[in-house]
């Protein structure tokens, strides 16, 4: 302890390291652990001049209640627990110690100059290497912003790559986070260490069954976890000491404090999953070709160099301690590290040493004794073959062991999840919770959700929905395989894309706004065109859109529109039946011989015999952000739109380009991109397709919907990096209004008014679409207009006479803006819509060359942001809240597009109406100038009186029988939620994934 004299700071770190009960005797480790969490406090009083100097307020004024005594206090930072004003919920607030920072580095200078000394007179073995990387790392922990973004980050991929999170990660409140202040989600739960004692206060035996099985899924969660973070994605939590666990509810973990964090380079990653393939093989030539691999310099001092490099490996690398020891003793004069001389250590690889000598000691805390790396085997083995080093796998589906088959209590206490232990005297009602998760399974998802389905599917690939003979001929071996390589191909690029989003966000959240990119001014400013438009698609003046369901594609390609836009998008509830089915409708259709036969009509629907009276086909696939959990690739869920678009190209390429596009195509639309990375990505995929099955480069043509507000700064550069493949942009005006809301989520003076209020005539709106129009033009492509949302209201004239008026004024003004043509959503449509167009076009095919709008030139930042004018009304409230639920209601039973109150409703009308409500509710806004706020209490009351309503307007059996109450709780949930959820589809997804066993026609439950 005499280390805390003089070096104060700098102890507690080197305390988490050696405090393990794998390395110090029981005494010392709970000295350590007490010393890892229990730094000098700062005072109160300066606590809260830090977090208003930080925050720009009072401390009152945010918080309704601030504990002024620490939950802990460590070398950095200090914890407190409090709750925000208007929140039911606690939060932890991490506040740095004032004047630490220079503290820190003084205490890690004097510790450099002792590693120095110690390696020159005793150890042989790097270890100025490993503090200059404490060094870099420690220096991260001071931008709580930094810490804010990896907490965010790990837990999107430890969320995106499991049906359940192996791990809890606090949820981060991001509009108050500075670098010296975080707040964050306050996890209930003990210490790790403290759970011996937790468990016999509640009068179970310690050393008994229970005690046993909770243990070994407690550390089978952070194993898994951990070999997921280190192997899969490189970026890492890398602080897993006791102090930093705790154990939840329901024998949850929750992993707290990102303060360090690493990013392992993909070499060292992939030479660190070569490196467990071999500890877990016991193959010391292996073992040895890694050391090298990743930089690790030895020099021998025994004869048998191949077996202690070995054994060294093992020490260094792996949980598991040799037979009869408890205690290791790295630098006695028997371990390897005295026989092999550790010369040079690559600075970057201590944080995965000391990851793994946490989780050591971890376990030998509790009991266990396990190697990790044969835990980690299948992510290794995925990493490898990922990379293309791997050619044969053994765990090809990740079948992991559970940890009981490695651990002390294997023989007599194996736990399995067909027979959860019996109930027992020593267990009673008060450790149920504990019970109800012992028999969980290590790996990328338990294996009762495992299919293997009757197709016949390649190395890799696992389809997980259900069998059915009409689907074999979309999910052949081949098509398969070309969907899998597109994943392995570009999973790095889509990941690479949703942390720019994430990165983005957190900016938006922290007060910026979007702007023109300067780095790409040159893009903007050059005069360069795109590929010409092919004469296949060069009249698009009237576009329908829809899921692809049987019927609705022959009657849109009959409707008379020039473009028929087939939906896996926001049109279609994403379920496997749906997808999978409208694959084989689209195949039927590009061939020719779609038919649906309708016995309740007594009509038989076919193509119009006149091809050229049949609209042409664009196709718009999923965007990045959604996954396919139907299907696996190398054990994890494939990216939708990749998914969408490798099915679709691979199957109907040739044949499309014969029947639809002269020699071009297939064509499609993007939906939802960002980013022009996002675009520079998708064309990456046209070639790569192009290039696979042989035809010439630029033959796919895609149309780039710009429904986001970052699009709309970047939408030159979209065009750039698809130059070669692009047929134009589209206003995807609906999408880009909810965008709006979500980017200016913590701008209380972005509010919009009521969503029926924010028209083509709002500024930023009319701005957006007056740059599309002059951006396209002037590159040579399409500028196609929005959305026309009504549907004919058959049972009122003059109600549907005055609703075809509104659409053919919003026409008439897109027409006269310069569009080349416009969406709508229904048949009843295309007649007004067509009308216009050709009143105002006459019967040339577009305006490219007519609309160049060169004073469109002129618009700024400030036109494209403005801020929207118009009131906030209860019954705005009120139609959100019912178009939310009703639209909810429908998604999980497969619809995706529903008529509700004479529109047709989508994914994105519905994401208007919950992020309007939840940031009407969050910033507590006005209702009708008459003093009625939003708040917690009103939104609970028009919840209850709108179900009502719902149920008058359905009837009581539909409302009955229907999702209703579970719509409800999701859209309540998301609407009151402390943060934005990005997509409201990604929390419905997962009513609609169903894993299904082989050959079965029932799913496993």
Not at 183 to 189: F, I, L, S
Not at 913 to 923: D, P
Request: proline share 5%.
């Amino acid at each position: 302890m005499q280390l805390t004299r003089f070096m104060p700071c700098a102890s507690t770190s080197v305390a988490q390291i050696i405090g393990k009960p794998d390395l110090a005797p029981a005494a010392w480790v709970r000295r350590l652990v007490t010393l890892c969490d229990s730094a000098p406090a700062t005072p109160y009083e300066t606590v809260q001049l830090v977090l208003e100097k930080e925050l720009g307020r009072n401390v009152g004024d945010l918080f309704e209640r601030f504990d002024a005594e620490p939950l802990g206090s460590a070398s950095i930072a200090q914890v407190h627990r409090a709750r925000l004003k208007g929140d039911k919920n606690d939060v932890v607030v991490k506040v740095q110690h004032p004047g630490v920072q220079e503290l820190m580095m003084t205490d890690i200078r004097n510790l450099q100059a002792f590693a120095l000394y110690m390696q020159k007179i005793d150890i042989e073995f790097d270890l100025f290497s490993v503090t200059k990387e404490m060094e870099k790392q420690i220096g991260y922990e001071f931008d709580f912003k930094r810490e804010a973004d990896a907490m965010e980050r790990i837990g999107y991929f430890l969320k995106d790559n499991n049906k359940r999170s192996p791990v809890l990660v606090p949820r981060v409140r991001g509009d108050i986070v500075t670098r010296r202040v975080l707040v964050m989600e306050y996890m209930d739960g003990i210490p790790i260490m403290n759970l011996g004692d937790e468990i016999a206060k509640r009068g179970i035996n310690p050393r008994g069954k229970i005690a046993a099985a909770a243990k070994q899924n407690i550390l089978g969660s952070l194993t898994m976890a951990y070999g997921q973070m280190i192997l899969k994605s490189g970026f890492f939590h890398a602080d897993p000491h006791p102090g930093n666990i705790l154990v939840c509810k329901g024998s949850e973990v929750a992993l707290l404090d990102y303060g360090q964090v690493k990013d392992l380079p993909d070499a060292l990653r992939l030479g660190y999953a070569n490196l467990m393939l071999a500890i877990a093989d016991k193959d010391p030539k292996r073992a040895s070709e890694s050391f090298r691999e990743l930089g690790i310099d030895t020099l021998s001092h025994c004869e048998n160099e191949e077996q202690e490099m070995f054994r060294l490996a093992e020490t260094m690398f792996d949980t598991k301690l040799p037979p009869g020891v408890t205690m290791l003793q790295p630098f006695s004069e028997e371990s390897s590290i005295k026989k092999i001389a550790v010369q040079s250590f690559p600075e970057e690889l201590f944080s995965v040493l000391r990851t793994v000598h946490l989780l050591r000691g971890l376990s030998v805390g509790l009991g266990i004794n396990y190697s990790c790396a044969e835990q980690w085997r299948p992510f290794a083995e995925e990493a490898l073959y990922s990379a293309g080093r791997l050619k044969g796998r053994r765990s090809l589906h990740f079948p992991y062991k559970t940890l009981s088959a490695l651990s002390p209590f294997s023989a007599q206490h194996a736990i399995h999840p067909s027979s959860p232990p019996p109930a027992t005297a020593e267990e009673g009602d008060s450790f149920r919770e504990i019970r109800k998760s012992t028999a969980v399974n290590l790996g990328a998802g338990n294996r009762d959700n495992k299919t293997d389905m009757s197709y016949d599917v390649p190395d890799g690939v696992d389809v997980r929905g259900r069998y059915d003979p009409e689907f074999e001929g979309i999910l052949t071996r081949d098509a398969l395989q070309f969907v899998a390589d597109l994943q392995r191909e570009f999973r790095n690029h889509v990941k690479h894309a949703m942390d720019c989003r994430r990165e983005a966000k957190t900016r938006c959240n922290d007060g910026a706004s979007p702007r023109f990119d300067p780095a790409t001014l040159f893009i903007r400013e050059s005069e360069w065109s795109c590929a010409a438009v092919p004469p296949a698609v060069a009249d698009r003046r009237v576009e329908i859109t829809g899921p692809v369901e049987r019927k609705m594609i022959i009657n849109a390609l009959n409707s008379g529109a020039k473009v028929f836009m087939a939906d896996f998008e926001d049109a279609l509830s994403p379920s496997w039946e749906n997808l999978m089915r409208g694959q084989v409708n689209l195949k039927d259709a590009v061939g020719g011989t779609i038919t649906f036969d309708d016995r309740a009509r007594n009509r038989v629907y076919k193509l119009n015999e006149d091809k050229d009276k049949v609209a042409k086909l664009f196709v718009r696939p999923r965007g990045w952000h959604l996954p396919e959990s139907h299907v696996f690739i190398d054990g994890e869920p494939a990216t939708g739109c990749l998914v969408d678009f490798g099915l679709y190209f691979f199957h109907n390429y040739a044949t499309f380009r014969e029947t639809q596009g002269a020699g071009f195509g297939p064509f499609f639309y993007l939906p939802k991109m960002e980013h022009s990375r996002e675009a520079k990505t998708w064309n990456r995929v046209f070639e790569w397709a192009e290039k696979r099955v042989g035809i010439d480069e630029g033959t796919i043509r895609a149309t780039v919907l710009i429904e986001t507000l970052p699009a709309v700064f970047q939408m030159d550069e979209i065009l750039y990096e698809l130059r070669d493949h692009s047929v134009g942009l589209n206003c995807g005006r609906w999408d880009y209004i909810f965008s709006y809301v979500k980017t200016f989520q913590n701008h209380p003076d972005r509010i919009l008014p009521d969503r029926g209020l924010v028209g083509m005539n709002q500024q930023f709106m009319k701005s957006y679409s007056d740059l599309l129009i002059r951006t396209c033009h002037r590159r040579g492509v399409h500028a196609m207009g929005g959305m026309a949302a009504q549907i004919p209201i058959k049972d009122d004239p003059e109600a549907n006479k005055a609703a075809l008026g509104l659409v053919r004024k919003d026409k008439m003004r897109e027409a006269k803006a310069g569009h080349d043509g416009t969406w709508a959503a229904h048949p009843g449509l295309i007649p007004a819509c067509n009308e216009v167009f050709t009143a105002h076009m006459g019967e040339a095919p577009n305006q490219i060359q007519s609309a160049t709008r060169e004073e469109a030139a002129s618009l700024t930042v400030e036109d494209l942001l403005q801020r929207p004018s118009g009131v906030r009304t209860m019954e705005g409230l009120r139609l959100n809240t019912r178009v939310g639920i009703r639209y909810l209601a429908a998604w999980p039973t497969g619809t995706g597009s529903v008529p509700l109150y004479n529109l047709m409703e989508d994914a994105a009308t519905a994401e208007i109406s919950r992020v309007q409500n939840w940031q009407w509710l969050r910033y507590g806004v006005e209702l009708d100038g008459a003093g009625v706020r939003v708040n917690a209490d009103l939104f609970r009351v028009v919840v209850e009186e709108e179900m009502a309503r719902i149920e008058r307007e359905v009837g009581k059996e539909r409302f009955g029988k229907g999702m209703y109450g579970e719509a409800r709780k999701i859209f309540t949930r998301q609407c009151t939620a402390r943060s934005l959820d990005d997509f409201m589809t990604l929390d419905a997804y997962n009513s609609i994934v169903v894993h299904y066993p082989r050959d079965a026609t029932s799913p496993k439950l």
